[in-house]
């Protein structure tokens, strides 16, 4: 079994626009429900205030992640309404390819921080899902 690759991603949301993202966050976790059986976890989550925001996801590996943002690119560029990228913070945990860091940049944008951790040492009980 390889590593799993993990990105966790924290944005702000814009004023106002707290339960147009809790819509569109809905309408992309169908999304992964339907046509991405490889990922092992996602999810979004919401601070009390309903101004910043997480999304979590676990793949089986990196090219899970990658089909993830082939995917997702319709719904991220039409979050800009919504989102604040110029708040945003990128980490992954585990390695990433440069294809996937190349779409990476290309769907953030610029100047968005990417902290990339990789493993030192891991218990991994995740069993994988075949894509």
């Known amino acids: 079994m390889s590593e799993p690759f993990i990105f ?78 110029t708040k945003m913070e990128i980490s992954i945990y585990g390695t990433p390819n440069e294809a996937v860091l190349e779409k990476m940049r290309q769907l953030s944008g610029t100047g968005v921080p990417i902290k990339i951790k990789t493993p030192t040492s891991a218990v991994n009980r995740l069993q994988t899902v075949p894509a």
């Not at 569109?24 to 101004?51: C, H, K």
């Open 8 to 85: 966790v991603n924290t944005y702000a949301i814009k004023e106002g626009m707290t339960d147009k993202y809790r819509g569109s966050s809905e309408a992309v976790s169908d999304m992964v429900r339907s046509e991405q059986p490889q990922i092992l976890y996602f999810g979004f989550f919401i601070n009390e205030e309903g101004t910043e925001a997480t999304t979590i996801q676990v793949h089986p590996d990196p090219d899970s992640m990658l089909r993830h943002m082939k995917l997702a690119e319709k719904h991220i560029e039409k979050s800009a309404d919504v989102l604040d990228f």
